[in-house]
Nanobody, 123 residues
Framework: QVQLVESGGGLVQAGGSLRLACTASGRTFIMGWFRQVPGKEREFVGAKTSSGNSFDYPDSLKGRFTISRDTAENTIYLQVDSLKLEDTGVYYC???????????????????WGQGTQVTVSS
């Protein structure tokens, strides 16, 4: 059983940046990020495989969200720039041992989840 531990959340001013990190206790094929903002369903942010392939960000997040992965350290990062109030929510790290092009952008495509880290953007 792989455990995921997130870090880097907190209170940030609008327009600022933050970097979340997630470290897995073991090797996984895919690591990614989801987020859940108040009143909405959990949303796929992006993911990377251990070979460096990426799953595209949703159009609504392109340009401000960047995912990088250190496969050797079993760690994935999420850089968010130009933060907006609507970015407030809980950010979850997820990982999977398998690849499924149909579900990889949904919660069903992941076997392991972090506990979530709160990001609050203030005006």
């Amino acid at each position: 059983q792989v455990q995921l531990v997130e870090s880097g959340g907190g209170l940030v001013q609008a327009g600022g940046s933050l970097r979340l990190a997630c470290t897995a206790s073991g090797r996984t094929f895919i690591m990614g990020w989801f987020r859940q903002v108040p009143g909405k369903e959990r949303e796929f942010v992006g993911a990377k495989t251990s070979s460096g392939n990426s799953f595209d960000y949703p159009d609504s997040l392109k340009g401000r969200f960047t995912i990088s992965r250190d496969t050797a350290e079993n760690t994935i990062y999420l850089q968010v720039d130009s933060l907006k109030l609507e970015d407030t929510g809980v950010y979850y790290c997820a990982a999977a041992d398998h690849f499924d092009p149909i579900t990889q952008r949904t919660s069903a495509g992941y076997d392991y989840w972090g506990q979530g880290t709160q990001v609050t953007v203030s005006s």
